[in-house]
């Protein structure tokens, strides 16, 4: 998944102890990182990059070349890389199953701990989409199979609905991306998917207007008329709430052709092939590949 780019290069160049002419002919001579673009067409550097260039200039500090120590970053990478990705899938699903454990106890001291534990480990992308994107599906399957109650079910989506609110309201709105609306499908009250969709979105730059769920209709029209977005994204997760949440898909882009309209979340992801092949073009998908595919198509994002 693309990374947020927040440094300029003036800035990236005070912090890793370079100058900037330095850094634009490391980039062309050796292609080691890629900074992104805003749209002024400045270069923007990641936290990801933040760490390679402080590992290389720490390398040349040693005596060695910058094409010895860029030599020595990817034999490292390569070398650690499967080890790496085994230890954290190990560490990641083993917090998944704490939090999980912890929350279908109303133990929320011990699940708030597993959280700030899963923070202290990993990226807060990580975070979201290996650990709490992953409590979200196994209590909502084992609430949808009977294994738990409501009330279990309630208080789970009530600490998660708390931690993800936490993460979005501290995110902040770059406005380099066009500006969407993000709501829950008529009479759906599960928000917790969209909620980490909206951040996702977030992340990566675009402005995004979250308006959650039970929010009425004729309300949800007025926004789309004083914001004028240019995308609208619904999110419905029980079955008997599709229809209306396609109906009123359908709806909004009759009133506002030049919307693009995104629907998720996993009655969607579930229905029956019919109705997928009705709302294809629609689909935003469960994955962050998916994701990252529906807006390359819909709004030239990469």
Known sequence: ?????????????????????????????????????????????????????KWLVQKVNEG?????????????EHKTSKDEVLTENFQSDHLVNKIVSSLLSFEEGDAHNYVNEAFSIFSIDKVLFKI??????????????GEITSAHEHFASSFLRTKLGMIYQN???????????????????????????????????FQVIYLGASIDSAD??????????????LSCTLKEHLKKTIDFAIKIKKLEPNVIIGIGGHAVSNCETPIMDSIQELYVGDQQANWDEWLKQNFNYK
């Open 171 to 205: 995110l902040p709105n770059n406005k380099h991306l066009p500006k969407l609306i993000a709501v829950c499908g008529p009479e759906e009250k599960h928000e917790l998917a969209l909620l980490i969709f909206t951040i996702y979105l977030r992340r990566i730059g």
């Open 132 to 145: 709490l994107a992953k409590v979200i599906i196994l209590i909502g399957d084992k609430w949808r199979n």
């Open 64 to 76: 060695f070349t910058i094409g010895q120590a860029i030599n020595l970053y990817e034999a490292k």
């Open 220 to 233: 949800v029209e007025q926004v789309i008329n004083e914001v004028n977005p240019a995308g609208f994204i």
């Open 1 to 53: 998944m693309a990374q947020i780019g927040k440094y300029n290069i003036k800035a990236i160049s005070n912090i890793v102890g370079i100058l900037p002419g330095t850094l634009r002919a490391w980039e062309r001579r050796y292609n080691i990182i890629s900074p992104v673009r805003n749209d002024a067409g400045h270069r923007l550097y990641t936290e990801e990059h933040v760490y390679i260039l």
